[in-house]
């Protein structure tokens, strides 16, 4: 295998030719290494070979959707960072794409200032290292590795993505307290990145299920209306 370059590598899954060929230019402008596929399953086949720093997934694709396409990479990869683009507004969808894997979603069309923030925001958020003493962290039932990114509960492993675990980190960080809805967008996803408060309450939904023996009647996740969210 030859030697990686320096340049942070994007993999675009993305069928529309004329997409890819802009997003490729303004990518390569800003300095990162560009590979694409038009279809699914070579986006996954690519993936697992070139392992990129981070991928776009369109989620309509001519064969395998999006959905399936980020759930086969993050089996393989639970840390690898996932944007997907989707021409749907519905809540449903958006919500199903991050049960899927995905980290964060751009909604076409989109400028292309839009989604170099988010790239730029995904790849700060990936590199951020939190200097911790502890390499597990326990909620409930629930044990977290936070090297593995492995959520165990019931004799079960769930693989958590890179937005889910910076999540409970801050709330375990903070745990007792009341954790604002901004605070958690500036500390987990950044600013620049314009996530909205829809998508904390995703991630919450989700984490949720994982952890709580009621996710409609939570006991460790607690929401604090009006102000955000506690770990207890």
């Given amino acids: ?3 990686k370059s320096d340049k942070k590598t994007i993999l675009i899954i993305e069928d529309e030719p004329d997409m890819v060929f802009g997003l490729k230019e303004a990518f390569e402008f800003e300095g990162y ?6 279809t699914g399953e070579e986006g996954v086949r690519m993936a697992k070979r070139l392992h990129p720093d981070l991928l776009i997934v369109d989620l309509m694709l001519p064969d395998l959707n999006g959905y399936l396409v980020t759930k086969q ?3 393989e990869d639970p840390r690898v960072p996932i944007l997907i683009l989707t021409a749907r507004s519905q809540e449903g969808d958006k919500v199903r794409g991050f049960d899927s894997g995905a ?7 989109f400028s292309v200032a839009e989604l170099l923030a ?6 700060r958020r990936a590199e ?3 200097e911790r003493t502890v390499e597990e962290i326990e909620i ?4 977290i590795n936070l090297k593995t990114h492995a959520l165990t509960r019931d004799k079960k492993d769930h693989q958590l993505s890179f937005y889910e675990l910076e999540l409970l980190k801050l709330l375990d960080e903070r745990r007792g307290e009341v954790v604002s809805r901004d605070e958690i967008l500036d500390k987990v996803w950044g600013i620049e990145a314009s996530p909205t408060n829809r998508t904390v309450d995703n991630f919450i939904v989700k984490l ?6 009621q996710p409609d009647k939570p006991k460790h996740i607690l929401t604090i209306y009006g102000q955000g969210y506690k770990l207890v």
């Fill in 73 to 75: 990479i993050r089996q």
């Fill in 128 to 130: 951020r290292s939190i």
């Fill in 118 to 123: 988010r790239v730029r925001a995904l790849f």
């Fill in 1 to 3: 295998m030859p030697p």
């Fill in 103 to 109: 980290d964060d979603y751009v909604t076409k069309p």
């Fill in 208 to 213: 949720r299920k994982l952890i709580e023996e």
């Fill in 140 to 143: 409930g039932p629930a044990r």
């Fill in 33 to 38: 290494e560009i590979k694409s596929s038009l």
